[in-house]
């Protein structure tokens, strides 16, 4: 069972770029997905989620409307396309599994089964 996460880089503020989380011995659809991330010096924090039934997804207010989150179930991957990036968004970003629904802001929590291993993202110019 692993989850990786990939597609972190270097770009310039208001530019965009999309992380992936790949899931292997396990299928993604039963799974609530989170997003997390973790900036030099402070804590980790959730970003966004998509629950396991139904999609529900979830976005903190800093993200809203900036970022999108998004499930294959073809390619067993949950994406988080993250737009109009600022350098705040710069961190270590980490994709996470669990077995159940979770909706709202409770999937902000780290009461996660399985994470990844992260991917750097640094917004700069």
């Known amino acids: 069972v692993q989850l990786q996460a990939s597609g972190g880089g270097l770009v310039q503020p208001g530019g965009s770029l999309r992380v992936s989380c790949e899931a292997s011995g396990f299928t993604l659809d039963y799974y609530t997905i989170g997003w997390f991330r973790q900036a030099p010096g402070k804590e980790r924090e959730g970003v966004s989620c998509?629950?396991?039934?139904?999609?529900?997804?979830y976005y903190v207010d800093s993200v809203k409307g900036r970022f999108t989150i998004s499930r294959d179930s073809a390619k067993n991957t949950v994406y988080l396309q993250m737009n109009s990036l600022k350098p705040e968004d710069t961190a270590v970003y980490y994709c996470a599994a669990v077995p159940k629904v979770v909706r709202g802001s409770a999937c902000r929590r780290p009461n996660y089964d399985y994470w990844g291993q992260g991917t750097l993202v640094t917004v700069s110019s």
């Open positions: 998509i629950s396991s039934v139904g999609g529900f997804t």
